[in-house]
């Protein structure tokens, strides 16, 4: 038994290797995003609420975005995964990486009320183009290069190398200058595109079929609907005719709804309640993200061999309704770096339930259905803020009920709660007919 962890904690760490052109652009883009963080609440708070700590106007917006982003998701995610099946993974890449410059480049030009509501609106199309969506296609890009055995360890590696790069975006967030942060997340962000473009070798040997050029510009857009239509069908009937894929995609959906939920306003929470300002969320971040580095990189590789993905994930979401009750309940500053310090096992939720759905999808059907799950986590995101935002404005203003600031977060408990009663009724199964089938980058 020690001898399989070994091999499959070295087997997935040499299959990084041929990797090395996707996740080096990944993680420098996502320390650029996560660089940004901890700055965004000052900065929207300065600019639509001057003279003030805080205010309900940047917490509405952030729920209204969210919803907005999540509406637009479940259709726009389920397509990026065909997409990318059809078309290969590297355009898709280019395309949801290259969108966040945007957004970030109006703040670093201008950092007043207009650009700020600017900021929102391109934003909210980068979030619909490219959150989810990248390490959808990582995912499915790394299926086609890895082994299934190696899948788990390879999925884990990643999420801990996402963990590393929002430590060091930290890192640079809390020692950097405010007046540089925007132009070197840029400057970071434009690169990844650059590299990719130039570096990465796609994967897939398929073309989508050109359309018959005779046809009417109207009888094209019509067939590309149609196509569209059948290919989110067909992810559909997939994930439908699967009783792990069924679960998962409940255990996905009330997961993502407490999650998201806590998300979209916890850093206001915090500023509201024990006055946070950037350092200290640079702290608790970069606090959760070193020892995710160890649990994602060195405890699940290891352990998961041992004990399966299903008990990871059961573990990693009783983590996750600690992390929030503690938040809810929080009664003086310390608590929340308490809290915060079960994100360093609620982390494990995302690898160990991709490395489900990867085992229960055949190699032909991994962007869809990673997609498909995905869009179901956006419905999630869709319906959360709804509730989150009122309710957490209501609860931090001298109008509340009660007092319990962090009411709105306990309630998002109960949707983990739930999501981990799913997670106990999982069977996982698996499909690896195609496996054999692999091309390995090298043969590309």
């Not at 796609?202 to 359309?211: D, F, G, H, R, V």
Request: aromatic share 12%; proline share 5%; charged share 10%.
């Amino acid at each position: 038994m020690a001898m399989a962890c070994n091999t499959s904690y070295y087997g997935g760490f040499k299959e990084l290797r041929p990797l090395f052109h996707l996740l080096l652009p990944l993680c420098l883009h996502w320390i650029a995003e996560e660089m940004t963080v901890s700055v965004l609440v000052d900065v929207t708070t300065t600019a639509l609420c001057p003279a003030h700590s805080t205010c309900s106007q940047p917490i509405y917006i952030n729920g209204i975005q969210q919803t907005i982003v999540g509406l637009f998701k479940m259709v726009v995610l389920p397509i990026l995964g065909q997409l990318a099946d059809e078309n290969g993974r590297k355009p898709v890449l280019l395309l949801t990486v290259s969108t966040t410059i945007f957004p970030f480049a109006l703040l670093a030009w201008n950092q007043s009320k207009g650009f700020v509501y600017a900021y929102y609106v391109l934003r909210t199309i980068s979030y619909i183009l490219s959150q989810g969506s990248i390490f959808c296609i990582a995912i499915a890009y790394v299926a086609d290069v890895v082994s299934e055995n190696n899948r788990a360890a390879v999925f884990s590696w990643i999420t801990g190398l996402f963990s590393a790069s929002h430590v060091l975006g930290n890192v640079l967030a809390r020692f950097l200058p405010e007046i540089y942060i925007f132009p070197v997340s840029i400057a970071l962000m434009i690169f990844c595109p650059v590299y990719m473009q130039i570096f990465l070798v796609e994967t897939t040997n398929k073309l989508a079929p050109q359309m018959d050029q005779d046809l009417s510009c109207l009888t094209k857009r019509v067939a590309i609907i149609h196509k569209r239509y059948v290919s989110m069908r067909d992810a559909a009937k997939v994930v439908m005719s699967s009783s792990t894929l069924r679960s998962i995609s409940l255990v996905s959906f009330f997961y993502e709804m407490g999650m998201s939920g806590i998300s979209a306003v916890l850093l206001y929470y915090l500023k509201a309640t024990f006055g946070f300002d950037k350092n200290q969320f640079s702290e608790i971040q970069m606090m959760v993200g070193i020892g995710s580095i160890v649990s994602q990189m060195l405890v699940l590789p290891l352990v998961n061999p041992l004990v399966g993905e299903k008990v990871i994930l059961c573990i990693s979401l009783c983590a996750s309704i600690a992390y929030a009750v503690l938040y809810g309940l929080a009664w003086a500053s310390w608590v929340p770096y308490l809290s915060a310090s079960f994100g360093v096992i609620y982390v494990l939720v995302k690898p160990s339930t991709f490395a489900i759905i990867s085992k229960a999808s055949s190699l032909s059907d991994q962007g869809k259905v990673q997609g498909f799950i995905a869009g179901v986590q956006s419905i999630s995101s869709l319906l959360s803020p709804i509730a989150m935002s009122p309710l957490t404005s209501w609860f931090l203003s001298s109008n509340a009920p009660f007092d319990c600031k962090g009411f709105s977060i306990i309630c998002a408990s109960i949707c983990m709660v739930i999501s981990l009663c799913y997670a106990c009724k999982l069977n996982p199964d698996s499909c690896s007919k195609d496996d054999a089938e692999a091309p390995l980058l090298t043969d590309i």
